[in-house]
């Protein structure tokens, strides 16, 4: 697994507890990091019994989003603790680089808060699932579309996994092999099930068809799991894929028989479940695993493999095989990969049709040369394809390598260096591994691939790259996670791939290998210019090791999270080295002659958490790129800093300082990207100033011309005001994260989305009318206020929001004399704000309200017909809540005119999140249509009796449910049975399936 960059992983060493020692699986997650410092039982992993407080109460917000502990929290047993796997520069700074011009970024879990009882990562799952392009709707691993929930199951209250976008079966063979292959699933004698067949064939696509049929079937069995096998699996490996997929935490046990013990009774417990296991290069023993195929009746495994001796060896009940399909078949595919809207002269479509004919009946090749020629007109271009495919020779004599010549083909016919350059660059990262668009993108731009005037020019510019190899079927299109767009590469084009980048010996690529150790001298050659040994279990590399590689430009060592020693000697005769990457490696220090490296653009420290030092960075004149987030032991600012004239990018926290280096930042006048991390949980500085992030002086942060994407923490107003005062009025900034003020020790809360442009406000006294001329920059997506004593709504912050016309998101945090967030004498008073009001509000998707001690209602009605575009509600710990929408409809008489007469709506709420609110008694007063509802949690509002909410009606007047809803998440059974007032008399008993208790969660 790669580990994020959360910086709870400070506090583990090599998967051990620094407190208590517990030692962890390497495949743990964060969130049972988490859960271990939190000091909150019942969640399945062990408590640390000496962990210090600060950091026990830190690890509890971070689970929790509050700065004090609820009451007794359960979990679900569906919950998928272990953080999805992002690539190797993380989905942390990914959000980062999609500030720079990524507009398909990562949202972080936090956006909108989350609720108690549920992981950041589920609930971060919950917020994402959308059917919007950057959902999770394209997840091209079928396993991906039951992470939400570990797989369909029979419990109405659970949800299932997402249907997989996959190819048509294209011949009536497939058909008769999917109908084959049905009949054995439902036959109960049969509980084992073989495929097989050569790369390309079809394989994965035939049973994606049947998983996709199961998801459709919910009542034919319980559970559906997908697990996409690698060539270095083991039983280990496979153990820990198949626990994420239940559910089951093995993070305590590292003995294999135990291990397996417990996935055996787990598994049993599901009762009828379908287990995929795709593309399995070698047989398994399942008992050894925990696989209890043949004790528990009416439990399936299908195998997808090369190699029928895999079936045999495991001895498949039944096995298929799935042969290339037939001449006729193959040009239907290849037509409809084409385009039917393609006409092809009688001339081209002969050529066409030899084309296909050369491809062997594979779906791979074929499908791969149809994404090639689509759009090709000429017919001499088609005679060149032709001619090319036909001179092509097999590299070997594996059947495999039939698809070889194709795959070869489409790569040449790529037509810009740049865009096969991208393409290669994917064979750099593990087998199977889902690549984060950002990522791979960052790395371009780092290789000097990408170019262009602006960091968001090449990130448009390589997504477009990205698409090219999309449609050329070259890369798969994978969504993970909500907004994290991913590519992927089939195994058999990820060979071809490196076999072009060995040749003439110039790459090495042993990603995900399981090294222990560097390769020796022999494969260090003098030809090599990229090598990629990221993602292994490499622990130091000794002095032994002095590679002479004059060509070497690329170096991807990261996610060896067992690496803490680099001999200085290592890179003395890399001396074009360009691109160097250690993010997430286990060093302590940085090899001195690392300050050599004069050709160095792009340095890579991502997530280091025990680096203390960093040597200096004066003669690295060509350096672009310095990436140091979440090296939280970093002791000092490297020295040298001053020198790098070149830098383009800088992200990096404060080392324990008080305020960034004065003069620093305008000898950076290049800097595209400045982002100064805030620590995400309370800390001591060098001079005990708890809590309290480094600060950056606006004047200077000002004079950044060239300034895209900015992070940054301001003392007060008045540095704010220089920043507003210096800037480029003429430049706006793609995105920032601008906080201003002392903020309250949870004001990490806010720093979530990374794709807003985002102003945090902390306390300070303020004259309304004087301090406010300066206005906020007018594109704020984003505004958090922390701590105003003083403000008694919104209407306080009038002139600084009332151009805002494409605010978002109202996050209101500890204002204690604010009773409402808007009044609803503001809009009837005398003389109006001003009709613009309406224009401020019609954007906003997000109103969040935390700790607000004397907030009765969040909104009057009055507002609702500005809020056509309102996604998310989301009230915490608000004491006097009394009702989320406030006021009648004769209350709003004279200010809401025409609209009093219709329908209230609220016509894109998907999220309603109501917690801790002990005087709450209504949602609205009124009769509220919220047809797009998908998650609505109640957690401790025990006074809550009137819902408000109308269900939509069926053709026979009859209530049903939000066609859209997922669940509902109740406190418990007792208060779901007290709520009285619904808009409709049944209402409660259609609403019953889609509720989940907490108080009856499996833990």
Known sequence: MVQS????????????????????????????????????????????????????????????????????????SNVNDNAISTTPQ??????????????????????????????????????????????????????????????????????????????????????????????????????????????????????????NQLLERPGTFCHVYWITVSQDTNINKLQNSIAKRIGLDLSNEDEELYRASKLSKELTKKQKWVLILDDLWKAIELHKVGVPIQAVKGCKLIVTTRLEKVCQQMDTQHKIKVSPILEEQAWTLFIERLGHDMALSPEVEQIAKSITKECDGL??????????????????????????????????????????????????????????????????????????????????????????????????KGHSMLNKLESACLLEKVKLGGRLRCVKMHDLIRDMAIQ???????????????????????????????VSLMQNQIEEIPSTHSPRCPSLSTLLLCGNSKLQFIADLFFEQLHELKVLDLSRTNITKLPDSVSELVSLTALLLIGCKMLRHVPSLEKLKALKKLDLSSTWALEKIPQGMECLCNLRYLRMNGCGEK??????????????????????????????????????????????????????HFEGYLDYVEYLKTRDETKSLTRYRICVGLLDKCYYRYLGDFRRKSIVLGNW?????????????????????????????????WSLIKNATELEAINITRCNSMESLVSSSWFCSAPPPSPSYSGIFFGLK????????????????????????????????????????????????????????TDLKLPKLRYLLLMELPELKSICSAKLICDSLQFIQVRNCEKLKRMGICLPLL????????????????????????VVEWEHSNAKDILRPFVRFEDNMEI
């Open 765 to 797: 006294s303020f004259d309304r009318d004087k301090d406010f001329q300066v206005m906020f920059l007018k594109d704020i997506q984003q505004l958090g206020i922390d701590n105003y004593d003083d403000a008694t709504s919104l209407c306080d912050f």
């Open 5 to 76: 960059t959360d910086p709870f992983w400070h506090h583990v060493e090599e998967m051990k507890c620094i407190y208590c020692g517990r030692q962890f699986p390497n495949d743990t997650s964060i969130s049972r990091i988490k859960w271990h410092l939190s000091g909150e039982k019942g969640r399945g992993v062990a408590i640390c019994e000496r962990v210090p407080k600060q950091v026990q109460e830190a690890a509890f917000q971070a689970m929790h989003g509050a700065n004090k502990r609820h009451k007794s929290i359960a979990s679900s």
């Open 90 to 211: 993380e989905q942390n700074n990914n959000e980062v680089d999609n500030l720079a011009g990524d507009a398909g970024g990562t949202q972080a879990a936090d956006r909108m808060g989350h609720p108690p009882g549920r992981s950041v990562e589920e609930f971060s799952r919950w917020l994402m699932e959308d059917d919007i392009e950057n959902g999770t709707g394209g997840v091209v691993q079928p396993g991906a579309g039951a992470r939400s929930s570990g797989g369909l199951t029979c419990n109405t209250n659970e949800t299932p996994g997402d249907a997989v976008p996959t190819t048509k079966l294209v011949g009536q063979v497939f058909e008769d092999h999917k109908k084959t292959i049905w009949s054995w699933l439902m036959h109960d004698e049969v509980s084992t099930i073989g495929i097989y067949g050569m790369g390309g064939v079809g394989k994965t696509t035939l049973v994606t068809h049947i998983y």
């Open 363 to 460: 779906p791979l090749g074929i499908i791969t040369m149809a994404g090639t020629m689509k759009g090709v007109e000429d017919i001499h271009e088609w005679r060149n394809a032709l001619e090319e495919l036909k001179q092509s020779r097999l590299w070997q004599e594996d059947m495999d390598e039939k698809v070889f010549k194709i795959l070869r083909f489409s790569y040449m016919h790529l037509k810009e260096s740049a865009l096969q350059q991208c393409f290669l660059y994917c064979a750099l990262f593990p087998e199977d591994f889902e690549i984060s668009r950002g990522d791979l993108i960052a790395y371009l731009i780092d290789e000097g691939v990408i170019k262009g005037l602006s960091r968001k020019a090449e990130f448009d």
């Open 846 to 901: 997000e109103f969040s309200c935390y700790y607000c001690k004397n907030m009765k209602k969040l909104f009057p009605l009055v507002l609702l017909p500005s809020l056509v575009n309102l996604e998310c509600i989301k009230v915490d710990n608000c004491e006097k809540m009394e009702e989320i929408i406030g006021g009648t409809r004769s209350d709003e008489e004279g200010v809401m005119g025409e609209e009093s007469s």
């Open 955 to 978: 053709e026979n007047g009859e209530p049903s449910p939000p066609p859209s809803l997922r669940e509902i998440d109740a406190s418990s059974e007792e208060w779901w049975e007290s």
């Open 500 to 530: 072009i980048l060995e040749e003439n010996s110039q790459g090495m690529v042993k990603a995900g290998a399981r090294l222990r150790e560097v390769p020796g001298a022999e494969d260090w050659t003098e030809n090599l210019t990229r």
């Open 659 to 712: 305020e960034f280096p004065s003069g620093l930042l305008p000898k950076l006048s290049l800097l595209q990207v400045f982002v100064m991390e805030d620590w995400p949980f309370p800390h001591t500085t060098k001079d005990n100033r708890k809590g309290l992030p480094i600060t950056v002086k606006g004047k200077e942060v000002g004079c950044l011309r060239k300034l895209e994407t900015l992070v940054c």
